[in-house]
């Protein structure tokens, strides 16, 4: 009883403090022609990190302009607190980021700035299956930004898991990158 109670509190404060995430980091929806809206939020951004190099000899180097997605937490946490087990939350977080890769070809395939974009990035400890997406991951070569993302997801998984295991707190953040040409040949909608 004492876990629901804090599980609502904590809730209660991170819809709150929500909006101000999205104004001061600046990030945007993809606008629709339809009422779905995908359940994550996107902004240009330079990638910081270490040069990378994708499956198809693709190098993201610092500075290359990328699309950043963030899963929309709120969203999602509304979506998967009433599922019961770890996999059937992992089941409809997979499915709401395929709906979702559609649009934001869509979008990256019609932007302005198309051509100087390389990819699209996250970083997330939800990595299991992303490969079946078409996400290539990364680990996070820095020990400090890291353990700031670590940090930053805690909340995140006190909200969403059932019972908390050694497990769920040491998964590692890394990065999920998608070539611009892997997005939009993969999920260009007819």
Request: with cysteine; aromatic share 12%; glycine share 4%.
């Amino acid at each position: 009883m004492m876990l629901v109670k804090m599980r609502l509190y904590f809730f209660s404060i991170w819809t709150v403090l929500d909006p101000l995430y999205y104004f001061f980091t600046r990030l945007t929806y993809i606008h629709t022609d339809d009422d779905h809206q995908p359940i994550f939020r996107i902004r240009l951004t330079r990638y910081r990190g270490f040069p990378l190099e994708l499956s198809d000899g693709t190098i993201i180097h610092k500075n290359d302009l990328m699309i950043k997605i963030h899963l929309h937490n709120v969203r999602l946490l509304k979506d998967i607190v009433k599922i019961d087990g770890e996999t059937r939350k992992a089941r409809v977080i997979y499915k709401k980021v395929l709906e979702g890769l559609p649009y934001l070809a869509d979008y990256l395939s019609k932007h302005p700035r198309e051509k100087e974009i390389k990819g699209i990035v996250g970083i997330t400890t939800l990595n299991k299956g992303c490969e079946r997406l078409g996400f290539e991951t990364f680990s996070l070569r820095n020990k400090w930004y890291a353990l700031m993302k670590r940090l930053v997801f805690i909340p995140m998984y006190l909200l969403s898991v059932n019972q908390l295991t050694k497990n769920t707190l040491n998964r590692p953040p890394k990065y999920l990158i998608m070539t611009k040409e892997a997005l939009i040949t993969r999920y260009t909608k007819e």
